[in-house]
């Protein structure tokens, strides 16, 4: 295969995971299949695919247990505020749940960010022919 087409199928391997924004799940689904479609074409495009789905289910874990984290907070404010007198809930948005809230938002924009930045950095070094490796990912697919 030639090495610019091969750069070529390597860029749109990791920008595939924007495919997450058109349906769900998507920014899984995209690169398993163009990894599936393109692995044995070169060792070059199999271990790109492999850093893009491994990364892009890395990322979806690391959403998942920040939003099970943030579970027993939202019901602890809620039943906090839960008036047992009345059976009505009290929508007090005093700075201990506020700072809950802000907190744990701010934390998922970030995380949020990152990925979408990883994406494009991956994507512009493969695109350079370089062997990306994304950083705090697990080897789902080794």
């Known amino acids: 295969m030639k090495k610019n087409n091969e750069n070529t199928n390597a860029f749109l391997l990791h920008i595939s995971a924007f ?12 690169p398993l299949i163009a990894w599936q479609t393109l692995k044995d074409r070169s060792a070059f495009l199999d271990e790109q695919g492999k850093q893009a789905v491994n990364f892009n289910l890395s990322y979806t874990l690391y959403i998942f247990i920040i939003s099970i984290a943030f579970i027993p907070f939202a019901f602890g404010s809620f039943f906090r505020n839960w008036d047992n007198f009345n059976h009505h809930i009290n929508f007090n948005l005093d700075m201990s749940n506020l700072f809950g809230f802000i907190g744990f938002g701010s934390l998922t924009g ?8 990883l994406v494009i950095i991956a ?3 493969a695109r350079e022919g370089e062997n990306y490796k994304y950083p705090f990912t697990i080897k789902f697919i080794k």
């Open 19 to 30: 495919a997450g924004f058109v349906f769900p799940f998507g920014h899984i689904v995209a």
């Open 110 to 117: 970030i995380i949020y960010i990152i990925g979408i930045a």
């Open 123 to 125: 994507s512009l070094k």
